[in-house]
């Protein structure tokens, strides 16, 4: 957008009463921590909060040229249980030591309940988190700014390959045990996060577009969850997928865990879904819009998809986009309609669960063409993507270029 930055253009149409022009602005904070893991807060507001140690470090390896050293470094770091890599600046090794343990109020037997809730329903996983929170992705606003100007955000299926690595180690069977991969990847990404902090406030072209200082800050992290656990965790009752109350709680508390490692403040993770729906409603809700470049990456997410034989047609994958999401976000990215499609999907794809969950009797018209779809897709999901040789998460050194 040539010399407007989009707020002034967002003020503008807001001035001029401009129906359809949505701000991106983040509401005021209005949650109240008692609702969060800590059960009380600073009174800080998590859109102004981002992870002041973590971001310094990260700065100073960056300006003194450490980061290729560090990503060789931390190139063989993997499991849980390895211990920290040599040859890293003490003051990083320091902070990797004490954040690569898990939360003293992370428990163990409801990870491991997660874990085994993730292997039983992760087809619908796979689904949700693709095709629904990765869509979702690009209609939040910051997000898709961020993720655009940023140096992955040219190369969106190496990207799109690297955010698997973290579903993909997050619902392992072991995610949060020793031999697992998740706390290493969350910390990882945790410093990912760090550098692009210092990075895209350098970059014009992200200054040019966002309405923040600073990307990347509490707040935004909590959004994302949201688009992530909170959405899935609701996708699912609405599915009517069968699911216990111990599980619904390990599968929140797994989310509680994975953004405290992500560097969120304990006075901002919600406790209960109900808190996290309160969070999800006006955090999330509100903000979603669409902008130039979340359109660009939602058509090189589903042209990723459509690469690989889903065994269905691109005209599908639209309608199912849209259903599993909803029309609004579906003509925000301009998905072209195909009717017939979409019928199928709304008759269909109930029926389908309702099958697989043993809830109906006769096997449903479209039963097959619905499962390949879903084993497609997780399979794209369970490769790591189309790109399994890239996959190492590393500490980019610069933005996209332009
Ligand atoms: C990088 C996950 C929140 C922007 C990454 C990576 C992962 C990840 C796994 C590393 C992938 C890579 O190296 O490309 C997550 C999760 C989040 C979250 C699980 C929240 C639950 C956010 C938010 C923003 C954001 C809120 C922006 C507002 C970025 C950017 C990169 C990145 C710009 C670097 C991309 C690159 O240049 O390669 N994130 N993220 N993330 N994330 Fe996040």
Excluded: C
Aim: proline content about 6%; cysteine-free; glycine content about 8%.
């Amino acid at each position: 957008m040539s010399n407007l930055s989009r707020r002034s253009v967002l003020s503008l149409g807001a001035a001029l009463g401009l129906a359809g022009v949505a701000s991106t602005a983040a509401p005021a904070w209005a949650w109240s921590s008692t609702g969060s893991v800590a059960g009380t807060g600073s009174g800080a507001d998590p859109w102004q909060v981002w992870d002041d140690p973590v971001d310094g470090l990260v700065a100073g390896l960056l300006d003194n040229g450490q980061v290729p050293a560090v990503n060789a470094a931390l190139a063989a770091w993997a499991n849980n249980d390895d211990p920290v890599p040599g040859g890293l600046p003490a003051a990083l090794a320091t902070h990797l030591q004490q954040a690569a343990t898990l939360p003293s109020w992370a428990d163990r037997a409801k990870l491991r309940l997660a874990a085994d809730f993730n292997r039983r329903k992760d087809t619908y996983l796979f689904m949700l988190y693709g095709l629904g929170s990765g869509i979702m992705s690009t209609v939040i606003p910051r997000e898709a700014e961020s993720v655009y100007w940023s140096a992955g955000g040219a190369t969106m299926k190496d990207r799109a390959a690297k955010t698997f690595t973290f579903g993909y180690d997050l619902s392992e069977l072991t995610a949060f045990e020793p031999t697992g991969q998740f706390v290493v990847t969350a910390n990882k990404t945790r410093l990912v996060h760090a550098a692009v902090r210092h990075l895209l406030p350098q970059s014009t072209h992200w200054r040019a577009v966002t309405d923040t200082q600073i990307p990347i800050s509490n707040g935004d992290i909590l959004v994302t969850f949201h688009s992530l656990g909170t959405f899935v965790h609701r996708k699912l009752l609405e599915w009517k997928v069968p699911m216990t109350a111990a599980e619904e709680d390990a599968f929140l508390h797994m989310w509680q865990v994975a953004i405290h490692l992500l560097g969120v403040r304990d006075e901002f993770i919600p406790k209960t879904w109900a808190d996290a729906n309160a969070q999800s409603a006006y955090a999330l809700t509100p903000i979603l819009a669409p902008t130039t470049e979340g359109k660009e990456l939602a058509q090189d997410l589903l042209g990723l998809s459509a690469q690989v034989d889903l065994g269905v047609t691109r005209g599908f994958l639209n309608e199912f986009v849209r259903y599993v999401l909803n029309d609004k976000i579906g003509d925000w990215l301009s998905l072209p309609r195909d009717y017939a499609a979409a019928a199928l999907v709304r008759t269909g794809w109930p029926a389908y669960i309702a099958f697989r969950e043993g809830l109906l009797p006769v096997i449903p018209v479209g039963f097959y063409m619905f499962d390949q779809f879903v084993r497609a897709l997780a399979m794209l999901f369970l490769n790591n993507g189309t790109s399994p040789t890239s996959t190492t998460i590393v500490i980019p050194t610069a933005n996209r270029p332009g």
